[in-house]
């Protein structure tokens, strides 16, 4: 699984975080909030390809992994999200 995260700062502090799951190239069909800290994209064939990250400070990776456990895919070790959690 491809897995790169992008993390916007403000003021030093993380503001709004992408975790891409595919090709960065591939184009969302639908969107879906699923937490008032995420929201879900799904590509045509509903294949979760990213995930928005509203608000990093409230987002975990428990709560990672559960959306990815949901759509059947491996979960993510805490290296993934190393720049997010240690801000």
Do not use: C, F, W
């Amino acid at each position: 699984m491809h897995v790169d995260l992008e993390i916007t700062y403000r003021n030093g502090s993380p503001r709004l975080g992408y975790l891409y799951l595919s090709d960065p190239s591939e184009k969302s069909a639908h969107s879906r909030r699923i937490s008032p800290a995420m929201v879900i994209d799904v590509n045509k064939d509903g294949k979760l390809i990213g995930i928005e990250l509203l608000d990093p400070s409230l987002v975990t990776l428990e709560s990672i992994n559960n959306v990815l456990e949901e759509y059947g895919m491996a979960p993510l070790q805490e290296s993934h999200l190393k720049p997010l959690l240690a801000a």
